[in-house]
RNA sequence: GCCUCCGUAGCUUAAUGGAUAAAGCAAGGGUCUUCUAAGCCCUUGAUGCAGGUUCGAUUCCUGCCGGAGGCACCA
């Protein structure tokens, strides 16, 4: 909307010099008007005082200022303009229907979501991640960009070995059939109990055995496999995400031999310590490791492979990789060897990164003492603890509704949590904040959407366009402008790969939306065009909120 | 030791180099004969320290202090 009216004033008063004029993205003027700031950058020769003194003339005697009610200098550099009602409710009509973006064209990304581990239980970690990466993906399928959703999950690794040793050691067919990720964790777990040099030596060798074909061991290792991904599966389906790949490191492994040999031919590696080695400090990086001396490759490797895969099979023009920041290092060394391979021509490969989960003490979680929280643990945690909570406040549903509002607002709640931060930087794991539903969450907004429903459904009447310019209220006005910056939102999103601005805009949106129904009574207004005209206004928020929300991946019901 | 990220109100967070630094929680006060009180209204409260660049710095640069993560045979 800003964009809109700052291009508008720059056509107006011909200022063809773009960067002249500058409007901010998000507002910082008070809650309810309907202002439109710009701010006039520095330029050549020009006080920015006396440049908007210049362009409040000009605006003045244009002969479009009947669009603004209010044109006023605010200090040096900045205009304050006020939309006028008529323009305001003129473009609040366009809104229906409105014109969907196409931005991506049907451009192939890859969006990795998760990487799991095989065998271990998926814990909160991983939940953020996947959180973060389905709603990144619905962004882009809104813009018009082909996603593919991926699972690469971690499958390869000495860690392998010791798995099907302990197994082979005191592993009971029955057990892991019945509990496969607790019964195999415990199989790994009591590997480290016991510990000491042979055993690790006996594990390297039975990996070893793995990666030259083994049958008995590669049969294992696709059991392994196979029963850690059906249960993941249920995870995956609580949090409402479905992938369209779903592959492992192990099967990118034997390429990796001739990739290495490649490298080592052009130069771009070399040979040091008996491993095989890429130096990188031309670009200011450590030097990286691409096999060690036994001959086994390693995550980075794989992953080189991973990416020529997604390039050439599946003509990926943006791959973008969800995974927490202290990857980053790793996801700048394969960046660099991928950028000297000449891979990444013409192609957006980009670490969309993340702060850490940190325990309460702020500290990283650690495997070893036990402490990782597990996903599908807390998942039901939270739904029976928010069961208690709707029991508390709506007495009055029925018991299969009380379940039904419990899981949506749970689930709701939790993503809200991840998707709702900007920043890179660690967040604290804590319970009374994932379970705090008043204010900046998602069953506020949840809660706004059903009153808003309620409000459509006992009004009797209809919506429609027709008189929006009955609209005058400031309530309504500022609602009616809160509407008008969806697309905004989204397009904020897309730039940077971050869901905050769209959860803040959706939080927004609500507290704008509780405000109007709460100052002004629609089922009682015998003025019938203007009624229409505010359902309208209902209905388009509801709207808003409920496709807003379903970018963040969370739902909405009608009744809460 | 080197590299990266971070430091904003009691807590959790927001702010393309712009206006009087914005919210939520917590604390205190008010509000249900009227479309759902998971709501609405009011009050209290902050940029780690020291410099620099700029008309203007939470934002960019330098140093210091404090926290987290990473740094070739793990992934």
Redesign the pocket.
């Known amino acids: 909307m800003q964009e809109k009216v700052a291009r508008y004033i720059a056509n107006t008063l011909g200022l063809d010099e773009a960067p002249a004029v500058?409007?901010?993205?998000?507002e910082?003027?008070g809650?309810y008007s309907s202002?439109v700031?710009l701010?006039?950058?520095?330029k050549e020769g020009k006080n920015?005082r006396d440049l908007a003194l210049e362009i409040i003339e000009k605006l003045k005697s244009s002969d479009k200022a009947g669009l603004f009610e209010k044109i006023e200098s605010?200090?040096?550099?900045?205009i304050?303009f006020t939309l006028s009602n008529k323009a305001l409710t003129s473009e609040l009509s366009k809104l229906a229907p409105q014109a969907p973006i196409k931005k991506g064209k049907k451009a192939k990304v890859i969006v990795e979501l998760i990487?799991p581990?095989i065998a271990k239980p998926m814990h909160v970690g991983h939940g953020r991640n996947a959180i973060i990466g389905e709603s990144v993906a619905r962004i882009l399928e809104k813009l018009d960009y082909k996603v593919t959703r991926w699972n690469y999950f971690?499958d390869?690794?000495?860690?392998f070995g010791k798995l099907i040793l302990a197994y082979k050691m005191w592993g009971k067919k029955e057990k892991v059939e019945k509990e496969p990720i607790k019964e195999l964790l415990a199989l790994y777990t009591k590997f480290h109990a016991e510990g000491g040099e042979e055993l690790e030596a006996r594990a390297r060798e039975e990996f070893k055995k793995l990666t030259e074909g083994d049958s008995e061991n590669t049969k294992l290792w696709k059991w392994f496999t196979k029963v850690s991904l059906i249960e993941f599966e249920k995870t995956f389906k609580e949090l409402d995400i479905k992938f369209d790949i779903q592959k492992g490191?192990g099967s990118y492994d034997k390429k990796t031999k001739a990739l290495v040999q490649g490298l080592l031919k052009n130069g771009i590696a070399k040979e040091?310590?008996?491993?095989i080695?890429v130096d990188l400090e031309a670009e200011g990086l450590?030097?990286?490791?691409l096999q060690?001396?036994?001959g086994?490759s390693?995550?980075?490797t794989r992953e080189l492979e991973l990416l020529k895969e997604r390039i050439s099979k599946y003509k990926a023009k943006k791959i973008l990789i969800v995974v927490g920041?202290?990857?980053?290092?790793?996801f700048q060394q394969l960046k660099a060897i991928a950028q000297k391979l000449g891979f990444l021509e013409g192609i957006e490969y980009t670490h969309i990164k993340y702060?850490?989960l940190?325990n309460e003490e702020?500290?990283?979680f650690s495997t070893r003492k036990g402490e990782l929280i597990e996903l599908s643990e807390l998942l039901s945690q939270l739904k029976e603890r928010?069961r208690k909570?709707?029991e508390e406040?709506?007495p009055q549903l029925s018991e299969r509704r009380k379940d039904e509002?419990a899981n949506v607002?749970a689930l709701g709640a939790f993503k809200y949590n991840d998707l709702?931060?900007?920043?890179?930087?660690?967040?604290?794991f804590?319970w009374?904040?994932m379970l705090?539903?008043?204010?900046?969450?998602a069953?506020?907004i949840q809660?706004?959407y059903?009153?808003l429903?309620?409000?459509a459904?006992?009004?009797g009447a209809k919506p429609s366009s027709k008189n929006l310019s009955l609209l005058t209220e400031k309530e309504e006005l500022a609602l009616a402008k809160k509407l008008l910056d969806f697309n905004g939102a989204i397009l904020q999103c897309e730039k940077e790969y971050v869901t905050?601005f769209l959860a803040?805009y959706l939080?927004d949106l609500a507290?704008t939306a509780?405000?109007f129904?709460?100052?002004?009574?629609?089922?009682?207004d015998e003025d019938k065009k203007r009624k229409s005209a505010r359902l309208f206004l209902v209905e388009k928020t509801a709207q808003t909120l409920k496709e807003g929300l379903s970018l963040l991946g969370i739902e909405v019901?009608?009744?809460?």
Do not use: C, M
Request: aromatic share 8%.
């Open positions: 500058e409007v901010p993205a998000q910082s003027f809650h202002n700031a701010i006039l950058s520095k920015p605010a200090g040096p550099g900045f304050n990487s581990n971690g390869w690794g000495t860690q490191e040091s310590e008996g491993a080695v450590p030097t990286a490791l060690k001396s036994d086994v390693v995550y980075l920041n202290e990857q980053t290092l790793h702060g850490l940190l702020g500290k990283k928010t909570i709707v406040k709506n509002v607002v709702k931060e900007r920043r890179t930087s660690d967040i604290t804590n009374d904040k705090d539903f008043n204010g900046d969450s069953p506020y809660y706004s059903a009153r429903r309620g409000i459904a006992k009004a905050s803040s939080f507290k509780n405000k129904y709460e100052n002004i009574r629609i089922s009682t019901l009608e009744q809460i």
